[in-house]
Each structure stands twice: as structure tokens, then as C-alpha cells.
């Protein structure tokens, strides 16, 4: 088991090491682990997303779980659907004005910091810039069988209908 101090700080050198971890992974995103191991409660990371990084949408229904992303560095765009796989509603994160163009399904014309979802909505989040740095809380424990369910209507990661899919979601 991997042993972290008691406290832990979150520097600019933290995020750029995070950073240059997630260029040199095939799925252009990495996470740094605050808590200690699988059982912990609540899991707290940093997750680091290269633009074009796909995260499937998903959602933690069971056991129910709340997620909470801030974004540290760059934007990032948080969208939630329904059950058929419609966006209902997406929303840019950030620090300050958001540079570029607004993607098509953002239906909040203002720029968060952060959000919090409750449990059971289907979401993804995707980096807006070259790189988006989120620090994320979600309950713990986790275990890989029934931490996501992912929907049928989400393209499988890797996958070329991936690359489309999120493309629709930024245009």
C-alpha cells in the first residue's frame, strides 16, 4: 500500500509532474492519488486531461455516489444526459473567461469553478484547452466491478465512433 504523508499540498510542480504523465499515456489523461488505497473514503485525485481525451460518459448509481470536480488549470466542459443519451445540460469549468468557442451543448452561458453531481447522473467531463487539471472527491471505497455503469448509447474508449462522438460533444 502505497503510504502518503499526513498532508499533502497541491503545487504547481505537483500538477506539471501530473501533467507530464498524462502526455506520455495513450489515453492523453492521468490521475495522482491523494488517498491511499482502494478502501479509503472519500477518494481525492487530481485527474489531468489532454484535449481529445475521451472519459465515456458514465454514472455511479450502484452503490449511489456524489462526484465533485474544481478545475485547477485550464477548462473543462461537464455535460449530464438523460437516459437516452441527451445532453441536458453542460457546463464550462475554469478559472476566469473561457478563451475559446463554446461548444454547442454547454446550456450555461457562465464559467464555474467547480461542480458537484449527485449520484446516479450519466456525465463525462472533457478538457476544453490543451489541458484541463481537475481535483476530484468521490466516496470510497472503490472497486472496478460496480464503481461505473456505462451506458450502451456512449461509444466504448479507444474506439474510432469515440473520436466522433466526442468531437459532437466539443463542436
Not at 448509481?61 to 445532453?87: I, M, N, Q, Y
Not at 472533457?126 to 472496478?144: N, Q, S
Request: aromatic share 8%; glycine share 8%; proline share 9%.
Amino acid at each position: 500500500m502505497d503510504r502518503r504523508p499526513c498532508v499533502q499540498t497541491i503545487t504547481e510542480e505537483l500538477i506539471d509532474a501530473v501533467v507530464a504523465q498524462a502526455r506520455q499515456s495513450a489515453r492523453r489523461r492521468k490521475n495522482y492519488n491523494f488517498h491511499t488505497g482502494d478502501q479509503d473514503n472519500p477518494h481525492r485525485f487530481l485527474n489531468a486531461l489532454l484535449h481529445g481525451s475521451y472519459v465515456r460518459p458514465h454514472r455511479h448509481l450502484t452503490p449511489p455516489k456524489a462526484e465533485s470536480f474544481l478545475v485547477l488549470r485550464g477548462h473543462a466542459a461537464a455535460f449530464v444526459f438523460d437516459d437516452h443519451g441527451v445532453v441536458v445540460s453542460g457546463h464550462i469549468l475554469g478559472q476566469g473567461a473561457y478563451p475559446g468557442r463554446r461548444p454547442s451543448h454547454v446550456t450555461d452561458g457562465s464559467v464555474a469553478r467547480g461542480i458537484d453531481l449527485a449520484p446516479g447522473l450519466w456525465h463525462c467531463v472533457a478538457a476544453l484547452t490543451p489541458v484541463a487539471v481537475c481535483y476530484e472527491v468521490k466516496p470510497g471505497p472503490w472497486d472496478p466491478a460496480t464503481d461505473k455503469e456505462f451506458p450502451p448509447w456512449a461509444p466504448d474508449e479507444g474506439s474510432a465512433e469515440a473520436v466522433r462522438y466526442l468531437a459532437t460533444l466539443l463542436g
